[in-house]
């Protein structure tokens, strides 16, 4: 149960890295200036929609992680 369970939350936090990986600003811009990013980000340095999506994409990455670390130990018990 718990291991099936783990490996939904990994698909759903795989996914959502994918997408938030996208929308990531890159040199030449990037898919977050079709929400503003890059009119903001232009003015002040960093915007405010940047940094929520740096904190989301980390908050993703470690739900990942940990389910991950999670996974091996389960396997490794069973």
């Known amino acids: ?6 490996s939904i939350v990994l698909i759903l936090a795989s996914l959502l890295l994918m997408v938030l990986v996208l929308l990531h600003r890159g040199k030449g811009g990037g898919l977050s200036s079709m929400f503003g990013g890059s009119l903001y980000s232009s003015l002040s340095g960093s915007s405010v929609v940047e940094r929520n999506l740096d904190r989301l994409t980390v ?10 670390i999670g996974l091996e130990l389960l396997y490794k018990a069973s």
Request: one cysteine or more; glycine letters at 6%; hydrophobic letters at 75%.
């Open 59 to 68: 908050v993703a990455g470690l739900v990942w992680s940990i389910c991950i």
């Open 1 to 6: 149960m718990i291991i099936t369970l783990l």
